[in-house]
C-alpha cells in the first residue's frame, strides 16, 4: 500500500511539472468575463468544447478574471470528460491518477484515432512516467513534425539540435509505426507484434439499434498480479483492456442495459463470487428461463495443484495460486452457472490452464517475460453443462499469447473484430470458425501454436451454431 501510494506521488509530481511544458491544449481561451458568459452559456446549452473552457477557467482562477471553483471545475470537466473531449480525459486523468485511470485510457484512445502529431503528444503527457515511454511517444509526435515534441525531447535530451541530439533520438524506440502499412514484425519470439495506428477494435464500435434486455454479462480482466505476490507471478498484459472493450461492446453493440453488466477489474476471489451472485439474482429477477448470460474473464488460469486431478482454475488476484483451493474452479463455475438454469450460457475464457513446472512449486518466472496467461501440463478443458458453450483461447497444453501492439489477448482480440465487422450479428458457429482460424493462423506466423477450443453442451449440440450473443 505505501508502495503504491509513493507511486501515485511520484505519478502526480510529474505530471504537474510537464504540465507547464507540454501546454495547456490547442483551445483558446476568453480574455473578458463577457467572453466568459458567453461560453459558459454555451455550455450550460450542451457545447462539449464550451465545458471544457469553462473548467479551465474555474480552475485555473486567473483566465478572464474567473474566481477559482474547484467544484465548479471539476463538474464542468466530468461533463465535457463524459462527451468524448480528449483534452478533458487528459486533465480528469491529471487530477486523480488513481481514480480516475480509465479517462487517461479514453483520451489515448481518442487521440489515436485522431492519428496527429499534436495528438500524439498528448498521449506522451499521459504517460509522462515512466520517462522512457513518454520519450517513445514524443518521439512519434516529433516525426510527423510536431515542434513542441522536438522542444520537449531536446529539453530531456539536454543537447543542442545537432548531429549528438540525432544520435540520440536514433536509440529511442518510436511507440507505433506512423506509417500504418500494416506490416508484422517479429521483434523477439515471445511476443506477436503487428505495426498499426491504433487498435481498430477499440474505436467505432457499432451500436445495437435493439436494447438486449434479457442479456446479463460478468466481465473479469485480472491483470496486475505481481503487486500482490511481491513479483513472484507476473502480470497479464493487456487484461484489463479486454475486460473493459469486452464490456463497451456488451453495452454498445449488444444492446445490454448497463445496469446488466458486471465488469471487474484485478478481482479477489470474494469480489468474483459476488459477481457471480449479482448474476444470479439478476436472472432470477427476469426469469432465469429467459436470461441469456455471458462470462468473460482475461488472466490467468492454473492446473490442480494435485498432479493426478485434472481440474483447473481462474486465478484471482488475491491468490498466489499454489494452493488452488482458494482460486476459482473451472467445474463450480461450471455448475454456478448450471444451477441458474438460464436459456443460455456462453462463457469466453482468454487464460490458459497447462500450469508450470511443478518439480519447482514456484509460478514465478515461468510467464513473466512472454506475457502469457499460463502459470507445461496437460489438462481436460472443463466440460460445459446445461445450455452451455465454452470459447476457451488455446488447447490443454498451449500458452495463451499477448498481441501487443493491438493491446489485447489474441485471443480477444479476434473476438472483439468479429463482433466489430458483424455489428454483433455473428452466429455462434461463425463466431467459432473465425476465432479458430485467425487465432491458429497467427499464432503459427510466429511458430508460437495457440488453437482455441470451443465446447457445447449436449442440451446445445443440434442448435449452438445458429445461436447468437445479440
Same mark, same amino acid.
Given at each position: 500500500?505505501?508502495?503504491?501510494?509513493?507511486?501515485?506521488?511520484?505519478?502526480?509530481?510529474?505530471?504537474?511539472?510537464?504540465?507547464?511544458?507540454?501546454?495547456?491544449?490547442?483551445?483558446?481561451?476568453?480574455?473578458?468575463?463577457?467572453?466568459?458568459?458567453?461560453?459558459?452559456?454555451?455550455?450550460?446549452?450542451?457545447?462539449?468544447?464550451?465545458?471544457?473552457?469553462?473548467? *479551465?477557467?474555474?480552475?485555473?482562477?486567473?483566465?478572464?478574471?474567473?474566481?477559482? /471553483?474547484?467544484?465548479?471545475?471539476?463538474?464542468?470537466?466530468?461533463?465535457?470528460?463524459?462527451?468524448?473531449?480528449?483534452?478533458?480525459?487528459?486533465?480528469?486523468?491529471?487530477?486523480?491518477?488513481?481514480?480516475?485511470?480509465?479517462?487517461?485510457?479514453?483520451?489515448?484512445?481518442?487521440?489515436?484515432?485522431?492519428?496527429?502529431?499534436?495528438?500524439?503528444?498528448?498521449?506522451?503527457?499521459?504517460?509522462?512516467?515512466?520517462?522512457?515511454?513518454?520519450?517513445?511517444?514524443?518521439?512519434?509526435?516529433?516525426? *510527423?513534425?510536431?515542434?513542441?515534441?522536438?522542444?520537449?525531447?531536446?529539453?530531456?535530451?539536454?543537447?543542442?539540435?545537432?548531429?549528438?541530439?540525432?544520435?540520440?533520438?536514433?536509440?529511442?524506440?518510436?511507440?507505433?509505426?506512423?506509417?500504418?502499412?500494416?506490416?508484422?514484425?517479429?521483434?523477439?519470439?515471445?511476443?506477436?507484434? @503487428?505495426? /498499426?495506428?491504433? /487498435?481498430?477494435?477499440?474505436?467505432?464500435?457499432?451500436?445495437?439499434?435493439?436494447?438486449?434486455?434479457?442479456?446479463?454479462?460478468?466481465?473479469?480482466?485480472?491483470?496486475?498480479?505481481?503487486?500482490?505476490?511481491?513479483?513472484?507471478?507476473?502480470?497479464?498484459?493487456?487484461?484489463?483492456?479486454?475486460?473493459?472493450?469486452?464490456?463497451?461492446?456488451?453495452?454498445?453493440?449488444?444492446?445490454?442495459?448497463?445496469?446488466?453488466?458486471?465488469?471487474?477489474?484485478?478481482?479477489?476471489?470474494?469480489?468474483?463470487?459476488?459477481? @457471480?451472485?449479482?448474476?444470479?439474482?439478476?436472472? /432470477?429477477?427476469?426469469?432465469?428461463?429467459?436470461?441469456?448470460?455471458?462470462?468473460?474473464? !482475461?488472466?490467468?488460469?492454473?492446473?490442480?495443484?494435485?498432479?493426478?486431478?485434472?481440474?483447473?482454475?481462474?486465478?484471482?488476484?488475491?491468490?498466489?495460486?499454489?494452493?488452488?483451493?482458494? *482460486?476459482?474452479?473451472?467445474?463450480?463455475?461450471?455448475?454456478?452457472?448450471?444451477?441458474?438454469?438460464?436459456?443460455?450460457?456462453?462463457?469466453?475464457?482468454?487464460? *490458459?490452464? !497447462?500450469?508450470?513446472?511443478?518439480?519447482?512449486?514456484?509460478?514465478?518466472?515461468?510467464?513473466?517475460?512472454?506475457?502469457?496467461?499460463?502459470?507445461?501440463?496437460?489438462?481436460?478443458?472443463?466440460?460445459?453443462?446445461?445450455?452451455?458453450?465454452?470459447?476457451?483461447?488455446?488447447?490443454?497444453?498451449?500458452?495463451?499469447?499477448?498481441?501487443?501492439?493491438?493491446?489485447?489477448?489474441?485471443?480477444?482480440?479476434?473476438?472483439?473484430?468479429?463482433?466489430?465487422?458483424?455489428?454483433?450479428?455473428?452466429?455462434?458457429?461463425?463466431?467459432?470458425?473465425?476465432?479458430?482460424?485467425?487465432?491458429?493462423?497467427? !499464432?503459427?506466423?510466429?511458430?508460437?501454436?495457440?488453437?482455441?477450443?470451443?465446447?457445447? !453442451?449436449?442440451?446445445?449440440?443440434?442448435?449452438?451454431?445458429? @445461436?447468437?450473443?445479440?
Amino acid at each position: 500500500m505505501i508502495k503504491a501510494m509513493k507511486l501515485t506521488v511520484i505519478c502526480l509530481l510529474l505530471i504537474v511539472s510537464w504540465t507547464n511544458s507540454f501546454g495547456q491544449s490547442s483551445f483558446k481561451m476568453p480574455n473578458t468575463k463577457s467572453e466568459f458568459k458567453r461560453i459558459l452559456t454555451q455550455a450550460d446549452e450542451g457545447d462539449a468544447h464550451a465545458m471544457y473552457i469553462v473548467a *479551465c477557467c474555474y480552475l485555473d482562477g486567473h483566465t478572464a478574471n474567473v474566481s477559482q /471553483s474547484i467544484g465548479k471545475g471539476k463538474k464542468y470537466l466530468r461533463m465535457a470528460a463524459e462527451k468524448n473531449i480528449p483534452e478533458a480525459c487528459v486533465k480528469m486523468y491529471e487530477l486523480d491518477c488513481k481514480a480516475n485511470e480509465g479517462y487517461r485510457n479514453r483520451a489515448k484512445e481518442i487521440f489515436m484515432a485522431q492519428g496527429t502529431g499534436y495528438a500524439y503528444f498528448q498521449i506522451a503527457r499521459l504517460y509522462s512516467y515512466p520517462e522512457e515511454e513518454c520519450r517513445s511517444w514524443l518521439l512519434v509526435a516529433h516525426n *510527423c513534425g510536431y515542434a513542441k515534441a522536438t522542444e520537449q525531447l531536446l529539453i530531456m535530451s539536454k543537447k543542442q539540435r545537432n548531429a549528438e541530439f540525432d544520435s540520440w533520438l536514433a536509440e529511442i524506440t518510436p511507440a507505433i509505426d506512423i506509417n500504418g502499412n500494416g506490416e508484422i514484425n517479429r521483434n523477439d519470439r515471445n511476443t506477436i507484434e @503487428m505495426s /498499426s495506428a491504433f /487498435s481498430e477494435v477499440d474505436v467505432n464500435l457499432p451500436v445495437s439499434e435493439t436494447i438486449n434486455k434479457n442479456a446479463i454479462a460478468l466481465i473479469i480482466g485480472n491483470e496486475n498480479y505481481s503487486h500482490n505476490s511481491n513479483g513472484m507471478i507476473a502480470d497479464v498484459p493487456f487484461a484489463i483492456n479486454d475486460a473493459r472493450k469486452f464490456s463497451e461492446y456488451c453495452k454498445k453493440t449488444l444492446g445490454l442495459e448497463e445496469r446488466n453488466v458486471i465488469l471487474l477489474t484485478n478481482a479477489t476471489k470474494a469480489q468474483i463470487e459476488h459477481g @457471480m451472485d449479482r448474476v444470479r439474482a439478476i436472472a /432470477s429477477g427476469m426469469g432465469s428461463a429467459k436470461a441469456n448470460i455471458i462470462f468473460f474473464y !482475461s488472466g490467468h488460469g492454473v492446473p490442480d495443484e494435485d498432479i493426478n486431478r485434472n481440474s483447473s482454475y481462474l486465478l484471482p488476484i488475491d491468490v498466489n495460486g499454489s494452493k488452488t483451493k482458494y *482460486c476459482i474452479s473451472q467445474d463450480e463455475l461450471i455448475e454456478t452457472f448450471r444451477g441458474m438454469q438460464a436459456k443460455s450460457t456462453t462463457i469466453f475464457l482468454d487464460a *490458459c490452464f !497447462s500450469g508450470y513446472a511443478k518439480s519447482t512449486n514456484d509460478m514465478a518466472m515461468v510467464n513473466a517475460k512472454d506475457g502469457t496467461r499460463a502459470m507445461v501440463r496437460k489438462v481436460q478443458p472443463a466440460t460445459p453443462k446445461g445450455n452451455m458453450i465454452i470459447f476457451s483461447s488455446a488447447s490443454n497444453n498451449q500458452k495463451s499469447w499477448p498481441l501487443k501492439e493491438k493491446k489485447h489477448g489474441l485471443f480477444t482480440y479476434y473476438l472483439l473484430k468479429k463482433l466489430q465487422d458483424t455489428k454483433g450479428e455473428t452466429t455462434m458457429g461463425e463466431l467459432s470458425s473465425y476465432i479458430t482460424d485467425n487465432v491458429s493462423n497467427k !499464432s503459427a506466423y510466429f511458430d508460437m501454436q495457440q488453437t482455441p477450443v470451443i465446447k457445447v !453442451s449436449s442440451e446445445l449440440m443440434q442448435t449452438w451454431k445458429y @445461436m447468437k450473443l445479440k
